[in-house]
């Protein structure tokens, strides 16, 4: 069975053993953080007081897309190919001790579909015949 992020009734049962196998599919899905996720991450500090503000700083700073007041939630902007702007070359988190907490709950505690996730299997090169 093919999953499909979009389609979270492809999604299989999430086990932690996935992840080492896995492209980093869920890093490709739209991330909103907390404020406190992006002091976490050293992206805002405490002192800045208005969300408003901070969030035009980061759009300056191609950090954040959008920010809506109504539920204090922060849209990060992805790179080019839609991956996750924290996901390193080697597909793994490069802030994963100080990652958001929305990425420390899926799909375990959070997410379209509890308890499951959009695994897709890495492709390993073929070794060169002699």
């Given at each position: 069975?093919?999953?499909?992020?979009?389609?979270?009734?492809?999604?299989?049962?999430?086990?932690?053993?996935?992840?080492?196998?896995?492209?980093?599919?869920?890093?490709?899905?739209?991330?909103?953080?907390?404020?406190?996720?992006?002091?976490?991450?050293?992206?805002?500090?405490?002192?800045?007081?208005?969300?408003?503000?901070?969030?035009?700083?980061?759009?300056?700073?191609?950090?954040?897309?959008?920010?809506?007041?109504?539920?204090?939630l922060f849209l990060l902007e992805q790179k080019s190919d839609g991956s996750c702007q924290f996901l390193g070359a080697d597909r793994r988190c490069t802030v994963y001790e100080t990652r958001p907490s929305t990425c420390?709950?899926?799909?375990?505690?959070?997410?379209?579909?509890?308890?499951?996730?959009?695994?897709?299997?890495?492709?390993?090169?073929?070794?060169?015949?002699?």
């Amino acid at each position: 069975m093919i999953t499909d992020k979009d389609r979270p009734s492809t999604w299989i049962a999430y086990r932690a053993s996935l992840c080492a196998s896995c492209v980093a599919a869920c890093c490709t899905m739209p991330l909103e953080v907390k404020r406190e996720d992006l002091e976490r991450l050293g992206l805002a500090d405490p002192s800045e007081v208005s969300n408003k503000k901070v969030m035009k700083r980061l759009q300056k700073e191609g950090v954040v897309r959008t920010y809506r007041a109504s539920t204090e939630l922060f849209l990060l902007e992805q790179k080019s190919d839609g991956s996750c702007q924290f996901l390193g070359a080697d597909r793994r988190c490069t802030v994963y001790e100080t990652r958001p907490s929305t990425c420390r709950g899926f799909p375990a505690d959070l997410g379209p579909r509890v308890g499951f996730c959009p695994y897709k299997q890495k492709i390993l090169p073929t070794p060169a015949r002699r």
